[in-house]
């Protein structure tokens, strides 16, 4: 099943995970804004990042913004852990990590509504892919 093989492919090589201006909500409420429409305030909004590799556009965010809640799912169990040792150690209680595949999110979440829904770079090849 291919999503067997992204997630074998993810924990074989580390992806670095980082921050990205564009899944910055600050960025996401302000665009909204100017284009008239009436987005939750950042510092209190409940996010979902698909594809969320260890939680690299969350951290400063959660940092910023500590009475929004963030939710990321991975299908990599290795970047999840990486992201929970890291919250850990930080010390960051407003960041979710769920290992889980996107089409199950449905029925994973029912009716738990998201101000904002990040998905950057989910379909992107990794660097394994292309040596295949
Ligand atoms: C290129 S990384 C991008 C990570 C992060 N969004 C970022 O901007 O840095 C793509 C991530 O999407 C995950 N992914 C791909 N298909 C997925 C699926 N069906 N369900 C959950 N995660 C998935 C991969 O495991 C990988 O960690």
Do not use: W
């Not at 960025?27 to 909004?45: D, E, F, I, T, V």
């Not at 940092?63 to 150690?89: C, H, P, R, Y």
């Not at 407003?94 to 950057?120: E, M, R, V, W």
Request: aromatic share 8%; with cysteine.
């Amino acid at each position: 099943m291919i999503n067997d093989a992204i997630a074998k492919s993810y924990e074989a090589a580390n992806y670095a995970s980082h921050a990205y201006e564009q899944s910055f909500i600050a960025n996401l409420h302000a665009r909204s804004r100017l284009r008239g429409l009436n987005p939750k305030a950042p510092n209190s909004a409940k996010v979902l990042e698909i594809g969320c590799a260890s939680g690299g556009n969350f951290i400063a965010q959660a940092l910023v913004f500590k009475d929004a809640q963030f939710t990321g799912i991975e299908l990599s169990k290795a970047q999840i852990k990486n992201g929970k040792t890291a919250l850990e150690k930080i010390g960051i209680k407003n960041i979710d990590l769920l290992c889980l595949d996107i089409c199950d999110t449905p029925a994973h979440f029912g009716s738990q509504k998201f101000d904002y829904i990040i998905a950057h770079g989910v379909y992107a090849l990794h660097k394994n892919d292309c040596e295949a």
